[in-house]
Structure formats: C-alpha cells, structure tokens
C-alpha cells in the first residue's frame, strides 16, 4: 500500500469511525491500494480521457446523504473541483444537498485544485461546512502529476489557462 494513500485516507478520516469510502478513476487508477484500505474502487474501465468518473462520485455522495441522520454525520469529500460537471449533478450541489440534510460537510483538497465555491460555502454555513486543505498532510503532487490529473486552478479558483504558443 502506498504511503500517500494511507496518508490522505488518515487525513480524510481524522479518527473517526468512516461508513463508506469510494474513490473513482480512469483505468490508470491502481484499485490495490485504495481496496487495501476499505475504499468501493470505481473505474472507467475505457481507453482514453476518463468520462463520468465525477458522475459516479456525485451518486455514491448524494445516494449516502439523501436521508437525515442521527446523530449527526459528517460527508467528507475529497476534491476541490468544483466546476457544473457539464449541466449534471455536480460536487456543490452535493455539499448543498448533504448541509440540507443536516449533514456536517468538510471538503478536503490540495489548495491548488481548491475551487472558490467551497470557500463561500463555509463562509455561509460555519459551524456546518469546513474547508481543510490536504497540503496540511501530504505534499502535493508533482506537477507533471497534477496536469494530468485536471487543470490547474489560479489564485482567484479560476481555471488557469496555458499561454497561447506564439506562431513560429
């Protein structure tokens, strides 16, 4: 098992009991280590750019906050994207839908893929929804890492946009 991974399900954790745990990927994703640590592996088992890996979260996450809970539970999401997800359901919508539901929501993310809908979220609803930002925990990853995984995010949470080429 990779430490990294052991690292960040610590973080998300926090030393609590955890009910559920799902991470989702392309084919890339190596399932071993996230199996070995109790986490339901999804993947797009198809060659080419991932579809619907978000899809697949976003149900799992709204399936599990759909009922109030007692006592209180808390939905931990691991991502800091937080784009329309192309007019379907999309990771704030999740955070909206668990907060009315009662739920406490903490979205945990490397502060460069950290969108700005997060931030305004906690700031409306402090005390319910938290932003902790897994740099506290593991570096973040290389870059080349990290362009592969999504596009970057600029400080305003704005996707950052590569400088158009000059003509040669």
């Known amino acids: 098992m990779s430490s990294t991974q052991a690292a960040i399900d610590a973080y998300l954790a926090a030393g609590r009991a955890v009910a559920e745990r799902h991470v989702a990927g392309s084919r890339r994703l190596d399932p071993a280590p996230w199996r070995a640590l109790g986490y339901t592996v999804h993947r797009d ?9 978000d899809d697949v979260l976003i149900a799992q996450a709204l399936n599990a906050a759909r009922v109030s809970r007692a006592p209180r539970r808390t939905l931990v999401l691991a991502t800091g994207d937080g784009n329309g997800n192309g007019g379907r359901a999309s990771y704030p919508q999740v955070v909206e839908a668990a907060l009315d539901r009662g739920w406490a929501v903490e979205v945990v993310a490397w502060r460069f893929k950290l ?8 700031a409306r609803r402090p005390g319910d929804c938290a932003v902790r930002l897994l740099d506290d925990a593991v570096p973040p990853p290389p870059r080349s890492w990290a362009e592969e995984i999504g596009p970057r995010l ?9 400088p158009t080429p000059e003509p040669q």
């Open 45 to 53: 088992a198809r060659r080419g750019p991932e579809a619907h890996v």
């Open 115 to 122: 969108h700005r809908a997060y931030g305004r979220l906690a």
């Open 154 to 162: 600029d400080a305003k949470g704005e996707v950052a946009r590569p």
